[in-house]
């Protein structure tokens, strides 16, 4: 069988592109290879592995901060995550894990390095992970510019992972812990995990149903005290008028434990508030802060 010089040519040329393909690869996994081990010389680090999960290294180097001792995560297992961030050029850092909330099936997770740390290195719920994630397996050449968060090409990320195994558990602790951070007192927890303190008594003699109307000012806060929402008015009228169907379940539970005249703030458990979606700037699984002062009860 002859070989046209046409097809030497393409046999060349197909051979040339696989070769430059594997050069450039190559060349980007030892671009990021010198930048994380630059990076833990300069910052100190120790106790840092180098990922060789597969037989084959990632790029990934890891420390498991806490073994999680829950099931053990494979793609379609959702989770709820709270995570930090820096880029190793420092353009771009991100510690507030009160906002930083995620929660997504772990084949969903991104970016990729992320997703290979939590499925083959930490493994377990109830883990807490750091990982330097190479720039081939974080956002590339491109970088990512989305709303808040811009990150320039070719960065390696340094990030710290916490994967949640007891939801209860772990918002109880939350709001523990930020009763003690802002030095409250007087709050009393129900069954559900909700925390109130009535800090006016009311007057009224109209018991709240789930039938009731509620005229109300109140203000929302998340547990970093940033404010979220509000309906407050400088002339005493309610700032929101609303049925208590169409509140979340903190409030339906809450507000019945005053009358007309009252306030009251809550302390609310994600479950109790708006889960593992979130809601507008409310992020996945937070806990809620509402202060809230009861105008009117309509029956």
């Known amino acids: 069988m002859k070989i046209t010089k046409i097809g030497i040519a393409v046999f060349l040329i ?26 833990i010389k300069q910052n100190g680090l120790t106790g840092m592995k180098k990922d060789t999960s597969g037989g084959d290294t990632a790029g990934v180097y890891y420390q498991i901060l806490l073994p999680g001792t829950g099931k053990i995560l494979d793609y379609p297992d959702k989770i709820n995550y709270t995570y930090q961030f820096a ?4 353009s771009y850092i991100t510690t507030d894990t009160i906002v930083n909330h995620g ?18 290195l930490l ?13 081939h397996l974080a956002y590339g050449t491109n970088g990512i510019s989305s709303g808040t968060t811009k990150l ?20 109880d602790i939350s709001i523990k812990n930020y009763i003690k951070t802002y030095n409250l007192s007087g709050f009393t927890k129900t069954a559900s995990g909700l925390y109130y303190k009535i800090t006016k008594v009311g007057t009224g003699t109209s018991a709240i149903t789930l039938n009731s109307v509620v005229g109300v000012q109140y203000t929302g806060y998340l547990l970093n005290q940033t404010i979220f929402d509000s309906a407050n008015t400088s002339d005493g009228t309610a700032g929101l008028t ?31 508030a708006y889960g593992d979606s979130g809601s507008g700037s409310i992020p996945a699984f937070s806990c809620l802060r509402f202060d809230i002062n009861l105008i009117s009860v309509t029956n």
């Open 103 to 120: 929660s997504t099936y772990v084949g969903y997770l991104s970016p990729n390095g992320l997703q290979h740390g939590i499925k083959n």
């Open 14 to 39: 197909i051979a040339l592109i696989s070769c430059r393909k594997n050069n450039d690869e190559q060349t980007i996994k030892q671009f990021d290879e010198n930048a994380i081990q630059d990076y």
């Open 123 to 135: 493994q377990h719920k109830g883990g807490r992970i750091r990982m330097l994630i190479p720039s």
């Open 242 to 272: 609303t049925s208590m169907y169409d509140v979340i379940a903190g409030w339906q539970e809450g507000l019945p434990k005053i009358t007309t005249g009252g306030k009251i703030t809550l302390l609310i458990p994600s479950a109790r």
């Open 87 to 90: 880029a190793f050029d420092g």
């Open 152 to 171: 320039n090409g070719n960065q390696c990320l340094d990030y710290i992972v916490n994967v949640v195994d007891n939801q209860p558990s772990y918002d």
